[in-house]
C-alpha cells in the first residue's frame, strides 16, 4: 500500500495535468451555417480544420434524410469561388460527402453546392465568413 504522501503528490500531479490540458485546448468555435433543405434531406455542412482557413479545406457535406435511411441515389458536386465544380465523394452510404478546395478569401468566398438525385438537380449556397451566417 502506498504512503498517504504519495498518493496526495499523484492527485496533485494528476490535477495539474488536467490543468494544463484544459489551458492548451483549442478555443476555436466550429463554422456552422445554418442547414438547407432540398426535397426531403437536409444538407449541413462542416469543415476540416473547424473554421475555414486560407489554402485547403475539408468539406463535409451531410444529407439528413427525413425518414432516416441510406442515402444511395445522390450526387453532390461542390466547389467555391476560387475552384470548378467537383464532385464530392461519398463516405460511406449514410450520407456524408467529402471534398477538399482551395479558399482564397474568407470574408467573401461562398460554398456551392450542385444536388442531383433521380434526373431532379438543386443548388445551394453557404457563406464561409462567420459573419455571413
Known amino acids: 500500500m502506498l504512503p498517504s504522501r504519495v498518493i496526495k503528490v499523484y492527485r496533485a500531479l494528476l ?3 488536467v490543468l494544463l490540458l484544459v489551458s492548451c485546448s483549442a478555443d476555436e468555435t466550429a463554422w456552422s451555417p445554418q ?3 432540398w426535397e426531403d434531406l437536409t444538407i449541413r455542412v462542416e469543415t476540416r480544420p473547424v473554421q475555414p482557413r486560407l489554402g485547403m479545406n475539408e468539406f463535409l457535406l451531410i444529407a439528413n434524410h427525413q425518414q432516416r435511411g441510406f442515402i444511395n441515389n445522390l450526387l453532390v458536386e ?3 469561388t476560387e475552384s470548378d465544380w467537383k464532385q464530392a465523394m461519398p463516405d460511406g452510404a449514410l450520407g456524408v460527402f467529402r471534398r477538399a478546395l482551395p479558399v482564397a478569401d474568407l470574408q467573401h468566398d461562398q460554398l456551392f453546392v450542385r444536388l442531383t438525385r433521380d434526373g431532379r438537380h438543386g443548388e445551394m449556397t453557404f457563406p464561409l465568413s462567420v459573419s455571413g451566417q
Request: hydrophobic content about 35%; aromatic content about 0%.
Open 15 to 17: 490535477a495539474g495535468l
Open 78 to 80: 461542390v466547389r467555391t
Open 35 to 37: 442547414p438547407q433543405p
